[in-house]
């Protein structure tokens, strides 16, 4: 089995459940006490763009049950190093009540700061970033080039994002619609090979779209890091379970593509409008509404989408063992409506506050 990792970013919360910039505190005395956390389960604890937000890597996992232990051991970490800074953590793609944010003192986030501007401003988002062992560079942008429509389906189940500066916005993930500011944000079209990737990545950096591959922000990409596919369409997902079904329909779907491409079938030619239309359709409606389908793009009912992004990696989960989980999990998601839904009943019953108090505890299970 291809190995698979999950990468979460977390808010962090003060007492009044307004995000905080304590970030670098938090990683200092939770290093202070803790030097070899990232040899732990879970990993370590890191800084993100924004002092109002950490970030947890797993260490490669090889299945579900591994993956679920490292990213629920990574949430506790995270949830202990907030606490020694006097916050909370939680697992919201964006923060319901208004924030203030400041930009992590850092050399690289600064001139971020100061080249893309607004944008940087109003950037404070939470991801699930999964990565999926290739083989190398050619198989990678093989993968690349052949998951594009696929993707729109993992933001619907990740969808965890509905306020924006104490208002709800109407999207179940409105993340991705910060998120895509960015200049080098979205779908791509297919690439070709690894040099006609490299291409793309050297001409986005050298007009300043980009500062260095790392703000290479495609959907999904090479990671700069490791030997992986990065998938980076989903919304942090308010719970560990819905994390790890975001991470094993990612690998199943690295691996399906590239049986594709050693087959020698050629990828679907889509043009990047009707991807940018999936993700945004998916971004709006999660599981709760109508999607792009995946093979005939064509607007269609969530359960429908859903249904073929399962058909079509039935084959691989069947082999690893994880079509039965697979379908379970897909079916809770869909039955309790995945985070924007949780989020918005909870502001009904208690309003935003208690969206926060839920979230925190939801986000540790």
């Known amino acids: 089995m291809r190995t698979v990792g999950v990468e979460e970013e977390f808010l962090l919360l003060a007492a009044d459940g307004r995000p905080t910039g304590v970030a670098q505190t938090a990683v200092r005395r939770h290093q202070a006490r803790n030097a070899s956390d990232a040899e732990e389960p879970g990993g370590g604890v890191e800084v993100e763009l924004k002092e109002q937000q950490l970030e947890t890597g797993t260490h490669p996992c090889t299945d579900a049950g591994e993956l679920a232990t490292e990213i629920r051991a990574g949430r506790r970490r995270a949830a202990d190093a907030a606490g020694l800074a006097g916050a909370r953590i939680a697992a919201l793609a964006t923060s319901p009540l208004p924030a203030v944010t400041s930009v992590i003192d850092d050399e690289r ?7 893309y501007a607004m944008t940087v401003r109003e ?5 699930c970033h999964v990565h999926v062992e290739v083989e190398d560079e050619d198989e990678g942008v093989a993968v690349l080039d052949r998951i594009g429509p696929w993707l729109a389906p993992l933001l619907a189940l990740s969808g965890n994002s509905p306020f924006w500066q104490g208002s709800d916005t109407g ?11 960015w200049p080098t944000a979205g779908p791509t079209a297919p690439f070709g090979t690894a040099a006609g990737y490299r291409e793309v990545v050297a001409g986005l950096i050298a007009t300043g779209a980009a500062l260095d591959e790392g703000m290479i922000y495609f959907d999904a990409r090479l990671s700069a890091k490791y030997p992986t596919v990065e998938m980076r369409v989903a919304d942090v997902c308010l719970r ?30 889509l043009r990047v409008e009707r991807l940018r239309a999936a993700s945004w359709l998916a971004g709006r409606a999660g599981v709760r509404g109508d999607l792009v389908h995946p093979v005939t793009f064509n607007r269609a009912s969530a359960d429908d989408a859903l249904t073929a992004l399962l058909g079509h990696l039935q084959p691989v989960l069947q082999e690893q063992g994880e079509w039965d989980d697979v379908r379970g999990w897909t079916a809770e998601v869909v039955r309790r409506g995945a985070g924007a839904t949780e989020q918005r009943q909870w502001k009904a019953d208690g309003g935003l506050t208690a969206v926060i108090d839920q979230a925190v505890a939801a986000t540790l299970g």
């Open 240 to 269: 560990a379970e819905d994390a790890v079904l975001i991470g094993v329909l990612a690998r199943a779907m690295v691996e399906t593509a590239a049986r594709s491409a050693a087959a020698g079938e050629s990828p679907t030619e």
């Open 171 to 181: 999207y179940a993930s409105y993340r991705s619609q910060v998120w895509n500011r």
């Open 123 to 127: 950037q404070l988002t939470g991801g």
């Open 109 to 115: 986030y600064l001139r971020m700061a100061q080249e």
